[in-house]
């Protein structure tokens, strides 16, 4: 009797977790279309030129092989949360990167916009000058 009452209870948590009853929560709901750089999975690496940082829509814009791309950044919070920004190997804030600065983005998806970017973190290495064409040409 007690293993069919325990299998009917798991039987029925499994179906309250799998209906979705998680999707009830704010948190989960307000996600979507957010830049979470600590919900990046495999990021993908790319790399350009920073031409600058807009605070109030939370984006930066590169130049990649001549395009100019758009991602989107989470500036504030803990290491774990917010997209962290290296300059030279040393921390640093966004607003802290050098306009015309070459810079490696690791970046994901943004969650509800298949086109959108997050960026989970920038690295703007120092690049001598006599390397800086093959940088730009890649």
Known sequence: MKLWISRVLFA???????????????????????????????PKKSQGTYLGFDAASKTIKLREKGKELTYHV??????????????????????????????????????????GRCARSIDAPNIPDDLRDDFDNQ
């Not at 948190?27 to 957010?34: F, H, L, Y």
């Not at 504030?76 to 917010?82: A, D, I, Q």
């Not at 921390?91 to 943004?110: N, S």
């Open 12 to 42: 029925l948590a499994a179906v309250v977790l799998l209906s979705g009853a998680g999707a009830l929560s704010p948190d989960v709901a307000s996600a979507e279309g957010k830049c979470e750089p600590s919900k990046v999975r495999k």
């Open 74 to 115: 989470e500036p504030e919070g803990s290491v774990l949360t917010r997209t962290t920004v290296k300059i030279n190997g040393q921390g640093a804030k966004l607003d802290e990167l050098p306009t015309e600065a070459r810079v490696i983005i690791y970046w994901g998806p943004l969650d509800g916009d298949k086109n």
